[in-house]
């Protein structure tokens, strides 16, 4: 069974910048997707990126898109969420997730996900 363990939340102020790891335990990172997903305050979780096995192929909601990027360093069993210009309506606690396949997108087959990590963006 993997473990998924986010780091890097906090608070910003809206323009703003964060950097979300999420590191996976095992030695079967590289061969499967990944995703991240955020779920605020009374709302449902919301796909927000993924990445496929090799970093090679991205996907991103529309209310990310130019301003997030998802990467991944398969040596460091992590995965990475650079967040910019970010805005109140980001705030939200983010999920790490991984496919149980090699290639990862919104409708993807996650099986596995991380505890999750408050980002709060104040206007």
């Known amino acids: 069974q993997v473990q998924l363990v986010e780091s890097g939340g906090g608070l910003v102020q809206a323009g703003g910048s964060l950097r979300l790891s999420c590191a996976a335990s095992?030695?079967?990172?590289?061969?499967?997707?990944m995703g991240w997903f955020r779920q605020a305050p009374g709302k449902e979780r919301e796909f927000v990126a993924a990445?496929?096995?090799?970093?090679?192929?991205?996907d991103y909601a529309d209310s990310v898109k130019g301003r997030f990027t998802i990467s991944r360093d398969n040596a460091k069993n992590t995965v990475y969420l650079q967040m910019n210009s970010l805005k109140p309506e980001d705030t939200a606690v983010y999920y790490c997730?991984?496919?149980?396949?090699?290639?990862?997108?919104?409708?993807?087959?996650?099986?596995?996900w991380g505890q999750g990590t408050q980002v709060t963006v104040s206007s």
């Open positions: 997730a991984r496919d149980k396949t090699p290639w990862a997108t919104p409708n993807g087959d996650f099986g596995s």
């Open positions: 095992g030695r079967t990172f590289s061969i499967y997707g």
């Open positions: 990445i496929n096995w090799n970093g090679g192929n991205t």
